[in-house]
Nanobody, 121 residues
């Protein structure tokens, strides 16, 4: 199983950017999917998470600006980032709890490779 993130880049302050992360492999099911971010020298922080069914949750710092969604048919999670600020600049990582064949009874946690978002002031 692999998670492939894409969509990072450079944007001006106040602008928008969207990230996507696709899971691939012998997937049986995907539970929660999430986006984290980590600035140099800081701990990785949860940005947003979305369960397989239910309500998404967000870090206070991004509430009202970011949206998370998923396409279960495509095993993909998205992060829509609006009104971006320079302090949103960092590497973003996708994360997912996945059950895969042949050990479909076991849930494992997977990370994507990270994608850099840079917001210029």
């Amino acid at each position: 199983v692999q998670l492939q993130a894409s969509g990072g880049g450079l944007v001006q302050s106040g602008g928008s950017l969207s990230l996507s992360c696709a899971a691939s492999g012998n997937i049986f099911s995907i539970n929660a999917m999430a986006w984290y971010r980590q600035a140099p020298g800081k701990q990785r922080e949860l940005v947003a998470t979305i369960p397989s069914h239910g309500v998404a949750t967000f870090a206070d710092s991004v509430k009202g600006r970011f949206a998370i969604s998923r396409d279960n048919a495509k095993n993909t999670v998205y992060l829509s980032m609006n009104r971006l600020k320079p302090e949103d600049t960092t590497v973003y990582y996708c994360n997912a709890d996945i059950r895969s064949f042949p050990n479909w009874g076991t849930t494992k946690n997977y990370w994507g490779q990270g994608t850099l978002v840079t917001v210029s002031s």
